[in-house]
Nanobody, 114 residues
């Protein structure tokens, strides 16, 4: 069973940056790990996926060129570098073993506000 623990969220001003982390224990059944987010009152939204074999990454159009999905050298940590943050990026961010967020951690809150 895979366990996922996110951290690194916080309150930032528009234009600010954060680095979110996800500690991964266990081996995912698929070759991918994803980040999803949920804004207040909204559905879960897919953000990014990384192939853990090739390290190839995929991004939602709303975050492409601002967010970077990567794995740590030890391979048991997933990172999401979030730059040029906008108020509409405010959400709870989760790492997940699937793009729909069915299996995810407890999440970390990112709030973008002036």
């Amino acid at each position: 069973e895979v366990q996922l623990v996110e951290s690194g969220g916080g309150l930032v001003h528009p234009g600010g940056s954060l680095k979110l982390s996800c500690a991964v224990s266990g081996t995912p059944a698929r070759n991918t790990l994803s980040w999803v987010r949920q804004a207040p009152g909204e559905e879960l939204e897919w953000v990014s996926t990384i192939n853990i074999r090739s390290n190839y990454t995929y991004y939602a159009s709303s975050v492409k060129d601002r967010f970077t999905n990567s794995r740590g050298a030890a391979k048991n940590t997933l990172y999401l570098q979030v730059n040029s943050l906008k108020p509409q990026d405010t959400a709870v961010y989760y790492c997940s073993t699937d793009t729909a967020g069915r299996t995810r951690g407890q999440g970390t809150q990112v709030t973008v506000s002036s």
